[in-house]
């Protein structure tokens, strides 16, 4: 039987819109200072190739695509470093609908947290009010692995005193967040969201067990379903 549900803070909690439209500037002006040319259109393309790769950090990737000097590049990052951090300060907002997710699902399974951010995270959720829907509420700051690490999901599962087979873990990338979780026994559903939601499985074993564009469409029957089969068509 499933009792726990674990959600991926960025796309699933967290609406990362304006946060990545930030970093296209960003990137791409750090980019433009070496070839004035390169643009916004020029960036989103380097990050649909970069999703199409399965490249786990899509920023780094963009940047040493177009500046192979090292030390160029590492300035490069340590800038982009800086301000993702600024940026990510100013950005944190709640996913439209996933209010409403907790209030319901928190009633019959136990809600944790199995994603990259830290304890300002956190306490950004204790001040929208939405922390007490968590049964489980760890972060990366507590931990040294991370994502798409299986030793991270199985870490997070044996603090929280959880079984794999009774938990599903929804996220919105196949790399980080899909394949891990099957790797460790949970059960899967992947919502089409952010950059990364035109990413596909390359093999049938990197298939979610259920895939949806919005936290919204996910229904109380539909995790019941999950305990007898798999759903593998966009609802």
């Given at each position: ?136 509420s760890e972060v990366q700051d507590d ?93």
């Amino acid at each position: 039987m499933l009792k726990n549900i674990f959600l991926d803070a960025g796309g699933i909690i967290l609406n990362e819109n304006n946060f990545e439209n930030n970093m296209a500037k960003i990137i791409t002006n750090i980019i433009k200072e070496i070839y004035p040319k390169y643009s916004l259109e020029d960036y989103w393309k380097d990050v649909d190739e970069a999703v199409y790769r399965f490249v786990p950090r899509v920023y780094d990737y963009v940047l040493y695509k177009h500046i192979k000097n090292i030390d160029d590049f590492k300035a490069s990052k340590i800038r982009k470093n800086i301000e993702e951090s600024k940026n990510l300060k100013n950005n944190f907002e709640l996913v439209d609908g996933i209010k409403e997710f907790l209030i319901v699902f928190s009633q019959y399974y136990k809600i944790g947290i199995l994603g990259q951010y830290g304890k300002s995270f956190k306490n950004y959720l204790e001040k929208e009010n939405v922390l007490k829907y968590f049964t489980y509420s760890e972060v990366q700051d507590d931990y040294k692995v991370t994502k798409p690490d299986p030793r991270y999901f199985e870490a997070i599962l044996k603090k929280c005193n959880c079984e794999a087979y009774e938990s599903i873990m929804v996220g919105d990338r196949i790399d980080k967040d899909i394949i891990p979780a099957k790797q460790v026994g949970m059960k899967t559903i992947r919502i089409r969201v952010g950059i990364h939601k035109n990413q596909e499985p390359r093999l049938l074993e990197e298939l979610p067990d259920m895939t949806v564009k919005s936290i919204g469409e996910i229904k109380i029957e539909d995790i019941k379903t999950l305990e007898y089969g798999i759903i593998s068509e966009n609802k």
